[in-house]
C-alpha cells in the first residue's frame, strides 16, 4: 500500500485531499501544529521516521498583501521550507507533490492561457517566493512533481485567509450588501475538490514527473465570478465591476493568469464546478 504523508492537511486543499482520499492509499495527514516546515531539523526528522512513499505539500504563507510586508516569513515557508521538504524526500527516496500558483507569471501574455512551458516572472513577494519553492523542488528533488493551480475555493475555506472568494461574496449577497470587484482581473477559478481527485489521479496512475498545469477549465474576470455566484444561489446583492487601478492592493497583481494543461489535464469548466459546489454548500 502506497504511504502518502500530507503536509498542510487542515487547509482548504489539504481537507480536500484528505476527504478525496481513493482508499488505497496509507495517509498521513500533518498540519502546522504537527510540522512546521521552516523547521529544518524537526522536519528532516519527523519525515524519516514516517518514511511515505510520497510527500504531498500544501503548506503556504498565501496572504498576497501581507506578503509585501513579511518577505522574511513569507520565503521561509513558500521556498525554505520546500527546500527543507525536498531534502528530507531525496534521504528516503520519496516523491514529491509541490502545490504553486498562477501568480509565477506576470500576466502580459493575453488572450492565450499559460501553459507549462510559458516562462515565470512573478510581480510580487508572494509569487517570487512560490517560484523560488518550484526551483527548488525542479532543481534539487529526485522526484519531483509541481502542480501549478489558481484562485481556489473550497469548503473548509482558506485558513491563511479567513475563508474564500466564494464565501465572501456569498455572506455579502445574502446581507444584501454591495460589492465592488475587479472586471480586468482574469484567471482560472478552480474547486479544490476538483483538484483534488487530479491529484489523487497524479499520484495512482504515477505519471510522469515535472510540471503540471492544473485547473478547471475555462476563465473569468473576479466580478464575471462574483456575478455567476450571485446567479447560482439566488441571491441578488449588488455587485457592481471596477478597475484594478481603483482598487487598493500593496501587491501588484497580474491581470491574466489563465491556465491551461499541454499535458492532457482537462477539467470540468469552472461555471459547472462553481455551480455544484454552491448547490451542496447552501
Given at each position: 500500500m502506497l504511504k502518502v504523508l500530507l503536509i498542510g492537511a487542515a487547509g482548504q486543499l489539504g481537507s480536500d485531499?484528505?476527504?478525496?482520499?481513493?482508499?488505497?492509499?496509507?495517509?498521513?495527514?500533518l498540519n502546522k501544529k504537527d510540522l512546521d516546515i521552516t523547521k529544518?531539523?524537526?522536519?528532516?526528522?519527523?519525515?524519516?521516521?514516517?518514511?511515505?512513499?510520497?510527500?504531498?505539500?500544501?503548506?503556504?504563507?498565501?496572504?498576497?498583501?501581507?506578503?509585501?510586508?513579511?518577505?522574511?516569513?513569507?520565503?521561509?515557508?513558500?521556498?525554505?521550507?520546500?527546500?527543507?521538504?525536498?531534502?528530507?524526500?531525496?534521504?528516503?527516496?520519496?516523491?514529491?507533490?509541490?502545490?504553486?500558483?498562477?501568480?509565477v507569471f506576470d500576466g502580459k501574455k493575453k488572450q492565450i492561457p499559460y501553459d507549462e512551458y510559458d516562462i515565470p516572472n512573478p510581480l510580487n513577494v508572494y509569487g517570487i517566493t512560490k517560484y523560488a519553492g518550484e526551483l527548488f523542488v525542479k532543481?534539487?528533488?529526485l522526484k519531483p512533481y509541481i502542480i501549478r493551480t489558481a484562485s481556489l475555493y473550497g469548503k473548509s475555506g482558506a485558513i491563511g485567509k479567513g475563508g474564500?472568494?466564494?464565501?465572501?461574496?456569498?455572506?455579502?449577497?445574502?446581507k444584501g450588501l454591495s460589492m465592488s470587484i475587479v472586471n480586468d482581473i482574469y484567471m482560472s477559478p478552480t474547486c479544490t475538490y476538483d483538484l483534488s481527485l487530479q491529484i489523487w489521479s497524479l499520484i495512482i496512475e504515477k505519471s510522469p514527473y515535472g510540471l503540471y498545469h492544473i485547473a478547471n477549465s475555462g476563465h473569468c474576470s473576479w466580478y464575471e465570478f462574483a456575478t455567476m455566484i450571485s446567479?447560482?444561489?439566488g441571491f441578488?446583492?449588488?455587485?457592481?465591476?471596477?478597475?484594478?487601478?481603483?482598487?487598493?492592493?500593496?501587491?501588484?497583481?497580474?491581470?491574466?493568469?489563465?491556465?491551461?494543461?499541454?499535458?492532457?489535464?482537462?477539467?470540468?469548466?469552472?461555471?459547472?464546478?462553481?455551480?455544484?459546489?454552491?448547490?451542496?454548500?447552501?
Open positions: 485531499i484528505v476527504r478525496t482520499n481513493p482508499g488505497m492509499v496509507e495517509l498521513f495527514p529544518r531539523d524537526r522536519t528532516i526528522t519527523t519525515i524519516r521516521e514516517i518514511k511515505p512513499d510520497l510527500l504531498i505539500n500544501t503548506a503556504a504563507y498565501v496572504r498576497v498583501d501581507d506578503a509585501e510586508d513579511n518577505v522574511e516569513d513569507t520565503f521561509k515557508i513558500n521556498a525554505y521550507g520546500v527546500k527543507n521538504l525536498v531534502d528530507a524526500c531525496n534521504i528516503i527516496s520519496a516523491d514529491i507533490v509541490h502545490i504553486s500558483t498562477d501568480y532543481n534539487y528533488a474564500n472568494f466564494v464565501f465572501t461574496v456569498l455572506d455579502r449577497i445574502k446567479s447560482i444561489s441578488k446583492g449588488k455587485i457592481e465591476p471596477i478597475s484594478n487601478e481603483k482598487y487598493p492592493s500593496k501587491a501588484k497583481r497580474p491581470i491574466w493568469t489563465p491556465l491551461i494543461s499541454t499535458r492532457g489535464i482537462k477539467m470540468r469548466a469552472w461555471e459547472e464546478a462553481l455551480e455544484v459546489f454552491i448547490r451542496e454548500t447552501l
